[in-house]
Every structure is written in C-alpha cells, then in structure tokens.
C-alpha cells in the first residue's frame, strides 16, 4: 500500500484508526495552524463525513483505496452541486461572499485561515443597489 497509509498506520494492522489518522496530521501541521480550536472537529468531521464510509471507526483497505484513488466523476459531481447550491446570482461562478454566506457547505472544505477574514453568523448579508 501507498507510502502515505504505512506512515499513519502506527500500529501496522492495515488500517487507519481516526486516532491514527488524526495523529499524522497533527505531525504534519504547523504549530500556528495546531492551536486552532477548529483544527480537530474539522478534520475528525472529514474522517467520518467522507472517508469512513461505514463508520466503523477505522479505514479498511477499500476505504482507503477510494480515497487514495479518487473517482473523479465523484468529485466533479459534489463539486456542481455546491456550485448550484451556493451561487446566488447563478452567474456560473462563485464568488467569495457567496461561499460565505454558504458556510455550513463550504466550512469543513475549506481552512480555517479562510474562515478568520468573515467571522460567520456575525456577518451582515448586504445587497449591493443596483
Ligand atoms: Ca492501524
Ligand atoms: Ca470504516
Ligand atoms: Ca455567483
């Protein structure tokens, strides 16, 4: 299996515990990004949201081949349907403001850095006069 996987398998059964998983990233972020208070919830929310398909707790080998090995179709139709969710003024592109006032789809996909420049819920939704 991939270099990556037997790196976070720390305890070398094949598959990927969330503590496993969640430990490696932690190795590889930088301190700034470590004391966000928002860096685990997010990163645990990934896990079980999108690699952990039967929520056993764990990556067995076929989760770990689908997200090694993305389908592309796959992504590309996630990707349209925020798309379609979020963009407003259906002008086909989305900009900022509207990934902001999208948070909650747009939140685990994101960094946290992007996040600081909005401080959702505090935000007001402005209409510019045309
Ligand atoms: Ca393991
Ligand atoms: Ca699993
Ligand atoms: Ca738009």
Same mark, same amino acid.
């Given at each position: ?12 059964? +094949? ?5 496993? #998983? ?7 972020? @930088? ?17 079980? @949201? ?14 770990? !081949? ?7 179709? !796959? ?16 002008? +086909? @592109? ?9 948070? @909650?789809?747009? #939140? ?17 939704? !402005?209409?510019?006069?045309?």
């Amino acid at each position: 299996m991939d270099e990556a996987v037997e790196d976070m398998d720390a305890n070398n059964d +094949g598959k990927i515990l969330i503590q496993e #998983y969640l430990d490696h990233l932690f190795s590889v972020t @930088d301190e700034t990004e470590r004391e966000d208070p928002n860096w685990k919830p997010t990163h645990e929310g990934h896990f079980n @949201d999108y690699l952990d398909k039967n929520n056993d707790g764990n990556l067995d080998r076929e989760e770990l !081949k689908e997200w090694l090995i993305p389908s592309y179709n !796959k992504h590309e139709a996630e990707a349209y349907r925020l798309i379609t969710t979020a963009d407003e003024d259906k002008d +086909g @592109d989305l900009s900022v403001q509207e990934i902001a006032q999208h948070f @909650d789809h747009f #939140y685990s996909l994101l960094p946290p850095e992007f996040w600081h420049q909005f401080q959702p819920g505090q935000q007001e939704t !402005k209409h510019d006069e045309l």
